[in-house]
């Protein structure tokens, strides 16, 4: 069940980078209801801060998950040429189940960009997937470091956290979590349930 919630969180990303072949855009995704800066005209950073800001406002479902959508195309977007044609390449490797290809591509592209946070993530996850928590928690790390709003790698932490016996901290890390992101699908029942085991108490 963990191991599919992480695949439903991943295939977010995955559905962003299909819209288009370099530069990925949310394309064929709903609006949000108030449309945030352009970041090919405004700042990046401004842009990010006004989704964050809606989605932590969201008032249902739909409108978060448009939201989360438009957040998933800016992380993904790619910094140079290079990375965007190695991340297509990344997405035909796992579609064709070859992880230790897409993780050789995405060493490559954390060279080359080694701020590309998506990169970092997508690699974060391969790791998870194949049971390497050593090297999935690294480039968490990364992640968090650059970009610590990204509900996807709080959520993979907050697995991984849990994996190992570490409910407590699984706990802390998915609150943190749910502040970026209430509707966050499936953590607040993880919290209800950790909550439940950690303090003894109902949410």
Known sequence: MRTRFLALLFAGAL?????????AAPGGRPEAPKKPPQSALGDRIHSLDFLFGALKAAPDDETAKAIEQR???????????????????V?????????????????????????YVEAWNRRATIYYLK????HALADIREVLKREPRH?????????????????????EVYRRALAVYPRLQRIPDLVKELQQK??????
């Open 15 to 23: 559905a962003v980078i299909s819209a288009a072949p370099a530069v």
């Open 71 to 89: 957040i998933w195309a800016m992380w993904v977007r790619t910094p140079s040429d290079t990375a965007g044609l190695l991340m297509t390449r």
């Open 91 to 115: 997405q035909k490797a796992i579609e064709a189940k070859d992880s230790d290809l897409a993780i050789q591509l995405l060493d490559a592209i954390v060279k080359i960009k080694p701020d």
């Open 131 to 134: 049971k390497d928590y050593g």
């Open 151 to 171: 509900f996807g790698a709080l959520s993979g932490l907050g697995l991984i956290l849990q994996d190992i016996g570490d409910d407590k901290q699984a706990l």
């Open 198 to 203: 950690v303090e003894g108490r109902d949410i």
